[in-house]
């Protein structure tokens, strides 16, 4: 199994990143499971498992205190998706410069 980036995420939050997140969804045994598939074992996932994650953001704006001197360019906010390990921001003519200068302060 895949598993989140826990010391990217951990420097992130240190930072004073907002953690977003919710839970995805853990599989069950159904009453409609094939009676001959039913001895086998549900697969659990830990908190440290992409899969158990339906949402996992890290959301930085301009009053972050590790990001002082950014210019945000009017962008409300910089997201760090743990899941897909990549990072967002709404549509601007500047997003790319926002999130090169974002990812640079907080991956030195």
């Known amino acids: 199994m895949t598993k989140l980036n826990t010391a990217l995420i951990d420097r992130l939050v240190a930072a004073g990143g907002l953690v977003v997140r919710k839970q995805a969804t853990q599989p069950t045994r159904s009453w409609h499971d094939d009676p001959d598939d039913r001895d086998r074992e549900i697969r ?21 205190e590790a ?42």
């Open 44 to 64: 659990q996932y830990e908190p440290d498992d992409i899969e158990y994650w339906h949402k996992y953001l890290i959301v930085f704006n301009g009053r972050t």
């Open 67 to 108: 990001l002082a001197g950014i210019n945000f360019h009017g962008l409300p906010s910089v997201r760090y998706n743990a899941r897909f390990d990549e990072w967002s921001c709404d549509f601007s003519d500047h997003d790319d410069e926002v999130i090169a200068a974002v990812r640079a302060r907080l991956q030195a």
